[in-house]
């Protein structure tokens, strides 16, 4: 198994909800990431997983919340979001945390915050 | 931490014809740069990369350079079909060691006209 898989595709919150986002991978990477893409921009990192510990934040709010369960599942909570969160959140991950090692990005979630 | 720079930010080239995209770092610990291909609605996917110490690597139709000194490198596509049409990102390590997620250029929309 060679993807990244992400879950919902699509997710409609009101600004009010609290949702999670799922990110799995079964290809023994220990390294796993998140990041945001905006429309027609480069996708901006928010967090990094190393070995199942969060070793960067990107100065991220709080209303954004990792959470890395096991080696092959990631999630993000999301809580009290602004309509300016509206993106395409994107999981990657990679066999290892340091550079030189190559991402494998899942097909991402569409987030339409109301 | 690492900042990329991406030129140019459109490209329109004939069919057959060859394009090149070219970015600047300025991280000279940086030693890792890879190419994504990002087509409308779809994930990036890595396309070719290069580790500081090689100055060049080719895969079929697509080549990379590298000039450490200058802090530059560059993505060569020969020979363009119509699915070569997409958005390219280059980027490099967020930072210079440990676990790092990418930064990416502000991308190149690569369109091939028939």
């Known amino acids: 198994d060679t993807e990244v898989t992400q879950t919902p595709k699509h997710l409609v919150m009101g600004m009010t909800n609290k949702k999670s986002l799922k990110c799995e991978q079964h290809?023994?990477?220990?390294?796993m990431y998140w990041y945001k893409q905006k429309a027609k921009k480069p996708p901006e990192l928010m967090f990094v997983?190393?070995?199942?510990?969060?070793?960067i934040n990107e100065s991220v709010p709080s209303r954004f919340s990792p959470e890395c369960p096991n080696s092959s599942l990631l999630n993000l909570h999301l809580h009290a979001l602004q309509p300016e969160d509206s993106a395409l959140y994107l999981c990657?991950?990679?066999?290892?945390?340091?550079?030189?090692?190559?991402?494998?990005f899942g097909p991402g979630t569409r987030l339409t915050v109301t | 931490g690492e900042n990329v720079e991406q030129h140019p930010s459109t490209l329109s080239v004939q069919e057959g014809d060859s394009a090149v995209i070219k970015c600047t770092y300025s991280?000279?610990?940086?030693?890792?740069f890879p190419w994504y291909k990002q087509e409308l609605g779809k994930r990036p996917q890595l396309i070719i990369d290069?580790?500081?110490?090689?100055g060049e690597k080719k895969d079929q139709r697509i080549a990379v350079t590298l000039n450490k000194t200058a802090k530059h490198f560059s993505l060569h596509i020969t020979e363009t079909q119509p699915e070569d049409s997409a958005v390219y990102f280059c980027?490099?390590?967020?930072?210079?060691?440990?676990?790092?997620?990418?930064?990416f250029g502000k991308g190149t929309h690569l369109i091939i006209q028939p």
């Open positions: 990657a991950s990679s066999q290892e945390p340091s550079g030189g090692y190559e991402q494998y």
């Open positions: 290809m023994g990477h220990r390294a």
């Open positions: 997983y190393s070995y199942e510990k969060l070793s």
């Open positions: 991280d000279s610990a940086s030693n890792y």
């Open positions: 290069i580790r500081s110490n090689v």
């Open positions: 980027a490099a390590p967020i930072s210079g060691g440990g676990a790092d997620g990418l930064t």
